[in-house]
Each structure stands twice: as structure tokens, then as C-alpha cells.
């Protein structure tokens, strides 16, 4: 897999992005590809392409706390590397929702029959959050409404 160099621009208040070029993206069989891995100096982060509509344009979206981990900023030159993401989910998983699942097969059960896309919102859900006592406060919550019986996401996101 080759690198690449891209530029950090500022898409909107919360967020950065990278363009990636169709040609790499093509190069590496990736053109069709939604979810991908990105590797930054060495640190791996599970990421969505964006298209932007009606041209060829293909972006990664950088989060703030992202930035903040690899200590870049907008405007700096970034060498990366993409490859096609292989994981179950295609999202991080969060170890306070591994914990759960592993401490209750119940709620491992329930989870497993819910829909790629339904898995994937619940583990973004607990991702993002800031604290390890917050992810852990969501994945409980999480668990209760899946013990119950919710495979809505309405149910489950409500309180």
C-alpha cells in the first residue's frame, strides 16, 4: 500500500477533512469502498469516504480530538495510508460496550441479531463520549433497553 500526502482544510466548525484523490483511491481498488482504515503516523483510525455529489471529490473527516492526537492542525500536510476496513462492524469498539458483552451473553445475544447498521450506531453512540464513566453510563444503558426487548433505535436512544 502506498502513502500519500494531503492537506488539513476546515470543513465546518467541528471538523477538518482530508481530500483523498479518486486516482489512489482507485490505484488501491478502494474507489467503491465506504468504510476504510486510515493510518497517520502510525495510528490507525476506522473512517467513512464522503463523496461529494455530482463530482469525483472524496473526503475523510478529521474530528477535533482527532487533531488533537496526532498534534496536527488545519492547514499541515499529513502523509497517510488507506486500506479497505475488514472489521465485523467497521467501527471502533469501544472496551466499556466489549466489557458488557463479554460480562452478559444476554446482552451479547440481543445485540448480535440487531442489523449491521443498528450495531454500528449503538457502538458510535458510546465512542464518542468523552469519559470512560460516561461510555460505561451509555453501554449499561444500552444493555437494559436491549434486555428489554428494544430493536428500534428510537427505543434504544430514548431515555
Given at each position: 500500500?502506498?502513502?500519500?500526502?494531503?492537506?488539513?482544510?476546515?470543513?465546518?466548525?467541528?471538523?477538518?477533512?482530508?481530500?483523498?484523490?479518486?486516482?489512489?483511491?482507485?490505484?488501491?481498488?478502494l474507489?467503491?469502498?465506504?468504510?476504510?482504515?486510515?493510518?497517520?503516523?502510525g495510528?490507525?483510525f476506522?473512517?467513512?469516504?464522503?463523496?461529494?455529489?455530482?463530482?469525483?471529490?472524496?473526503y475523510?473527516?478529521?474530528?477535533?480530538?482527532m487533531?488533537?492526537?496526532?498534534?496536527?492542525?488545519?492547514?499541515?500536510?499529513?502523509?497517510?495510508?488507506?486500506?479497505?476496513?475488514t472489521?465485523e462492524?467497521?467501527?471502533?469498539?469501544?472496551e466499556?460496550?466489549?466489557?458488557v458483552?463479554?460480562?452478559?451473553?444476554?446482552?451479547?445475544?440481543y445485540?448480535?441479531?440487531?442489523?449491521?447498521?443498528k450495531?454500528?450506531?449503538?457502538v458510535?453512540?458510546?465512542d464518542?463520549?468523552k469519559?470512560?464513566?460516561?461510555?460505561?453510563r451509555?453501554?449499561?444503558?444500552?444493555?437494559?433497553?436491549?434486555t428489554?426487548?428494544?430493536?428500534?433505535?428510537?427505543?434504544?436512544?430514548s431515555?
Amino acid at each position: 500500500m502506498q502513502h500519500i500526502t494531503a492537506r488539513i482544510e476546515k470543513d465546518n466548525l467541528w471538523h477538518s477533512r482530508i481530500e483523498i484523490p479518486l486516482d489512489y483511491l482507485k490505484e488501491c481498488l478502494l474507489e467503491n469502498e465506504k468504510r476504510v482504515v486510515i493510518s497517520l503516523y502510525g495510528i490507525e483510525f476506522q473512517r467513512a469516504i464522503h463523496r461529494k455529489k455530482e463530482t469525483d471529490l472524496r473526503y475523510i473527516y478529521l474530528s477535533t480530538e482527532m487533531l488533537k492526537r496526532l498534534n496536527a492542525k488545519e492547514g499541515d500536510l499529513i502523509l497517510l495510508e488507506i486500506k479497505k476496513d475488514t472489521s465485523e462492524l467497521q467501527a471502533p469498539m469501544p472496551e466499556e460496550w466489549e466489557a458488557v458483552l463479554w460480562d452478559w451473553p444476554e446482552v451479547e445475544g440481543y445485540f448480535n441479531k440487531l442489523s449491521i447498521g443498528k450495531r454500528r450506531s449503538i457502538v458510535f453512540a458510546i465512542d464518542r463520549l468523552k469519559t470512560s464513566d460516561a461510555r460505561i453510563r451509555k453501554a449499561l444503558h444500552f444493555a437494559r433497553k436491549l434486555t428489554e426487548g428494544e430493536t428500534e433505535l428510537k427505543g434504544l436512544f430514548s431515555k
